[in-house]
């Protein structure tokens, strides 16, 4: 049983920074893509950047790039999303999620399992 578990979230100010950490266990870590999505109150969850399982290839959504990044550390089986420069209207549920392949993948329904979420919350 593959769980994810986020941290990092919180209640940071405009043009501030949050490191979110997404720790994975229960299979092997660096055989499978992860990506990172967001959902606003009322919105639809969003993609908002995926990383092959080799980690050689990493994508973003148009308005993030630049201000996040996407970064994997294999031996502590953990993805970490920083997030620079944050807008209040990135404020939202974050959630990582894993696939069972090793390609990239944008949607929703091309990732098996999620974390619980964690909160990102930015305003003065």
């Known amino acids: 049983q593959v769980v994810l578990v986020e941290s990092g979230g919180g209640l940071v100010q405009p043009g501030g920074s949050l490191r979110l950490s997404c720790a994975a266990s229960?299979?092997?870590?660096?055989?499978?893509?992860m990506g990172w999505f967001r959902q606003a109150p009322g919105k639809e969850r969003e993609f908002l950047s995926a990383?092959?399982?080799?980690?050689?290839?990493?994508i973003y959504v148009e308005s993030v790039k630049g201000r996040f990044t996407t970064t994997k550390d294999n031996a502590k089986n953990t993805v970490y999303l920083q997030m620079n420069r944050l807008k209040p209207e990135d404020t939202a549920v974050y959630y990582c999620?894993?696939?069972?392949?090793?390609?990239?993948?944008?949607?929703?329904?091309?990732?098996?399992?999620w974390g619980q979420g964690t909160q990102v919350t930015v305003s003065s």
């Open positions: 990383m092959s399982a080799d980690s050689s290839s990493t």
């Open positions: 229960g299979r092997s870590f660096s055989e499978y893509a």
């Open positions: 999620a894993q696939r069972t392949t090793t390609g990239l993948g944008v949607t929703t329904a091309q990732y098996q399992y």
